[in-house]
């Protein structure tokens, strides 16, 4: 059985709500249950924004989380107010560009979960936009979880972004095997 709940959360503009949206239309296309529950403050641009997506095999009973298989921390505010809510063995992927280091309380209670830090931020300017840090913390969401294949997330961008962005899908799908191909050193 196939499932994942993920929380995406960071700074209104960096495209927590459309990354969030993609992976549940690529849920979608795979034939799963998915849910999408965005939020953000009401600045949206530099607020706090944060999503729910849960994907599943399974009937969803309802959108909200109150634990999470994976969480996605685009910076430091939302790494230290969310990753307490990843289970035991869960994943926790963060914008080493900006953010140092798992929070000091991180490993409290002897909770094993993985962390992985990618200079995403840093990868994405140096190709030519801001825009793409999301899309590179996602390809290590698929790598590590397996829950949705590099086709059917090409296939959700291209329904998800609008058309006068649909010229940057070749430039995401580098960023997204980029995610998924780095390695710490």
Known sequence: MRYQGIIIAGFGGQGILSIGRILAQAGLDEGMNATWLPSYGPEIRGGTAYCHVI????????????????????????????????????????????????????????????????????TALDNGASTFANIILAGKLLEQTRILSVESFEVALGKVLSARYRHLIPKEMEMLKFGMEYKLL
């Open 55 to 122: 994907l599943s095999d399974n009937p969803i009973g309802s959108p909200l989380l109150n634990s999470a298989t994976s969480f996605i921390a685009m910076n430091k505010p939302s790494l230290e107010k969310y990753h307490d809510l990843v289970v035991e063995g869960g994943l926790v992927i963060v914008d080493g560009s900006l953010i140092d280091g798992p929070p000091d309380d991180f490993e409290a209670g002897g909770r094993q979960r993985r962390f992985f830090s990618l200079p995403a931020t840093q």
